[in-house]
């Protein structure tokens, strides 16, 4: 079984350019979060994808924005880079099944991106 | 609206020792919590999770926390940690999308 895997593993942009960060979720899984984790704080939920579709958002601008893909894997995509979108983000895959309240996150290790 | 706080950034401990690392949270939904570690460099593992009955979890690596709803506490404990603990820990709450504490950071030495 294959878990959750992220590229690119590192990379650095410039202020106001895009980037776009990829996952590949879990075998089996359905739904991939993303999250921003700052240096020195705890991650952020940015949003969650299921079934191709965004499935809730926390609080972050338009400019980040999500594709999931029928294979479920996943894309984040920042545009109009800021230098405090410096932080590493990490993407995490479950099962969503239904009426289910709960599922299980399994995280990736995460692309940390440097903005200068 | 949940929140959760760690209320140590850092907890210094010797090898053999017992540790507690302390979490408090807010939730106005039925609460589920977690308790992840981030090794260096990595992404994050989850160590134990609450989601309803026995208020004593046991989680992998000899750890084991307990849901307090009165205190709205949910503390994690192992009785004798090792050098290989040392890693950040972070608690969270919630369902589909989680809310994370800014993390402990457990220094376990010889």
């Known amino acids: 079984e294959t878990g959750v895997t992220q590229s690119p593993t590192h990379l650095i942009k410039t202020r106001g350019q895009q980037v776009t960060l990829r996952c590949s979720s879990q075998s089996g899984h359905n739904t991939v979060s993303w999250y921003q984790q700052a240096l020195g704080q705890g991650p952020q939920f940015i949003f969650q994808?299921?079934?191709?579709?965004?499935?809730g958002r926390g609080n972050f601008p338009p400019r980040f924005s999500g594709l999931q893909f029928p294979n479920y894997s996943s894309e984040l995509n920042v545009n109009a880079l800021e230098l405090d979108d410096s932080a590493l983000y990490l993407c995490a895959s479950s099962l969503l099944a239904g009426d289910s309240r709960y599922n299980e996150q399994f995280f990736g290790p995460g692309t940390r991106l440097t903005v200068l | 609206a949940q929140s959760v706080t760690q209320l140590d950034s850092q907890v210094p401990v010797f090898e053999e020792a017992p540790v507690e690392l302390r979490c408090n949270y807010s939730?106005?939904?039925?609460?589920?919590l977690f308790w992840y570690v981030q090794y260096p460099n990595q992404g994050l593992q989850l160590l134990l999770k609450y989601l309803s009955g026995s208020t004593l979890v046991k989680g992998i690596n000899g750890f084991e926390a307990e849901f307090n709803k009165s205190q709205t506490s949910f503390h994690l404990r192992k009785p004798s940690v090792h050098i290989s603990d040392t890693a950040e820990y972070f608690c969270?709450?919630?369902?589909?999308?989680?809310?994370f504490g800014s993390g402990t950071r457990l220094q376990v030495q010889p």
């Open positions: 939730s106005s939904v039925s609460v589920y």
């Open positions: 994808y299921y079934r191709e579709e965004e499935n």
């Open positions: 969270a709450v919630g369902r589909r999308a989680l809310t």
